[in-house]
């Protein structure tokens, strides 16, 4: 018994040497037999169907593997890449923070300096809401809180941004830290809503994006408000229309006959409107100061809007936004019209319009549900926003 077992440990022993010799003698050799599977189908030491199992099961192996690290290094190289591209958003922002205007720069080459305009830029994805009360605050309303959860909602990939009365001071101090002027007239407004005026303004010609107010309700998704036989690269700013007058005795509500709404904008950084804009209400509000101005008279006029609530229109409210629109119209090296705009143009809109790089929806665009005629349709198909009219700070503008 014992005596076979050792010839069978005898045999098999030398059948492995065997073949270990037979593999090193062809592998050395000049033969062009070097893959190892050949050679031991030329020997007749593995069935075919066994060589071919085994390449078979190689190769899916070989193949998985190389996936798997395909998938981990693309992985990585994304995570790479998106790391790369928020430390580079953020040096530039630290540098243009950090970089002063030349010395002697009037506010708008500071202006002009600090936040240049990419006409050919994309709109950035922000939407910006003010309110003197935080979320977590009982005064909040539930209509305003329902419209600031339908802005974030239909929009999501937007960043979306709600700051208070305090907070978006320090957001002011923050972007326009190189231009004092705009500071100091900020702080200067003698009126909360002087100071949410002015703050849509800034943090839109800063920043770009959405400012929407927060007695706004978001009918559709911000990029629906483009007509799809416009290109967004032509389009630096998007406004709606506030009133388009035809009662005779319109100066008693507005300062002009046709004025543009300021509770909804879209605009590109830097845009040469909001320039100016801040410019025009930087320089008003110090002379008034120097003057002793400050203070705003609260005189009403019967069937009418207050002398009060019309200074504020015309200071930092539609008024004035409506003027350095039709200003920026008008001046032909900046908007490329040769023919003079008025607010004939837009009267009776019922379509966008697009006039130089300011694409103009009609009333009903930003102001559905507001009881302006065709405004009370909400479901129109150009029914971009509903807008509540709350008087959000006592004061109506």
Request: aromatic fraction near 12%.
């Amino acid at each position: 018994m014992q005596q076979q077992l050792f010839r069978k440990v005898i045999w098999l022993t030398v059948g492995l040497i065997t073949v270990i010799l037979v593999i090193i003698k062809i592998s050395s050799s000049k033969s062009t037999a070097t893959d190892l599977q050949k050679v031991l189908k030329n020997a007749n030491i593995l069935p075919q169907d066994v060589i071919n199992y085994n390449s078979r099961k190689v190769t899916d192996e070989l193949a998985s593997k190389l996936d798997e690290i395909q998938k981990k290094y693309l992985s990585k190289q994304d995570d790479r890449i998106s790391k790369l591209e928020a430390e580079r958003a953020d040096l530039l922002e630290q540098v243009r923070f950090l970089r002063n205007p030349p010395a002697g720069s009037s506010l708008r080459e500071k202006l002009a300096y600090l936040f240049p305009y990419n006409e050919n830029g994309k709109f950035p994805a922000y939407i910006w809401q003010t309110w003197k009360y935080g979320l977590n605050d009982d005064r909040f309303g539930e209509k305003f809180k329902e419209g600031e959860t339908q802005w974030a909602s239909k929009n999501p990939g937007f960043v979306h941004e709600l700051f208070n009365d305090d907070t978006s001071g320090v957001f002011i101090h923050h972007l326009y830290i190189n231009v004092p002027e705009v500071i100091k007239a900020y702080e200067l407004l003698p009126n909360i809503i002087l100071k949410m005026d002015f703050f849509r303004y800034l943090v839109l010609y800063a920043k770009g994006g959405v400012y929407a107010d927060v007695d706004t309700m978001p009918l559709q998704p911000v990029p629906n408000w483009i007509p799809e036989n416009v290109s967004p690269k032509s389009i630096g700013m998007i406004i709606g229309i506030q009133n388009d007058a035809s009662d005779p005795n319109w100066k008693k509500d507005y300062v002009h006959r046709l004025q543009f709404s300021n509770w909804c904008i879209q605009a590109k950084p830097g845009h040469p409107i909001l320039r100016e804009l801040i410019a025009q209400i930087t320089e008003d509000t110090l002379q008034r100061a120097e003057s002793n101005s400050l203070e705003l008279a609260d005189i009403s006029e019967e069937g009418g809007l207050s002398d009060k609530n019309l200074s504020i229109m015309q200071w930092t409210g539609t008024g004035i936004f409506t003027d350095a629109i039709f200003t920026y119209f008008n001046d032909y090296i900046q908007s490329s019209i040769y023919t003079k705009v008025t607010w004939k143009e837009f009267s009776k809109l019922r379509k966008p319009k697009l006039v130089s790089d300011v694409l103009v929806l009609p009333i009903i665009s930003f102001s559905a549900g507001a009881g302006n005629g065709k405004s009370t349709e909400l479901n129109d198909p150009l029914a971009f926003v509903q807008h509540y009219f709350e008087r959000l700070h006592t004061d109506n503008h």
